[in-house]
């Protein structure tokens, strides 16, 4: 069985900077053959694809957060982060951390609220 838990959300002001973390309760072996993908999902909005970090280490964004987002992983402690900087109203969302292992599947985590205000 895997579990995610996402931390790090919060309120911040435009300009400012958030790092969000995501811990998983899974085994080092699943974790590492893993890609690892962070969504969010604004009100009335459809959950939408931010950042993913694939077991290979490769990275993707989408362009509304390119320059301004990163995405990393530590297989060791089994986390995955997402640094948001240059935060913008219109990142205002509930975040959430994706798992995507071979063979198990696609998990998903609670979500964690982040907050941009103007």
């Known amino acids: 069985q895997v579990h995610l838990l996402e931390s790090g959300g919060g309120l911040v002001q435009a300009g400012g900077s958030l790092r969000l973390s995501c811990a998983c309760a899974?085994?080092?072996?699943?974790?590492?053959?893993?890609?690892m993908r962070w969504y969010r999902q604004a009100p009335e909005k459809q959950r939408e694809l931010v950042a993913t970090i694939t077991s290979g280490g490769l990275t993707d964004y989408a362009d509304s957060v390119k320059g301004r987002f990163t995405i990393s992983r530590d297989n060791a402690k089994k986390t995955v982060a997402l640094q948001m900087n240059s935060l913008e109203p219109e990142d205002t969302a509930v975040y959430y951390c994706n798992l995507q292992a071979p063979i198990l599947g696609e998990y998903w985590g609670q979500g964690t609220q982040v907050t941009v205000s103007s």
């Open positions: 899974a085994s080092a072996s699943i974790f590492k053959i893993s890609n």
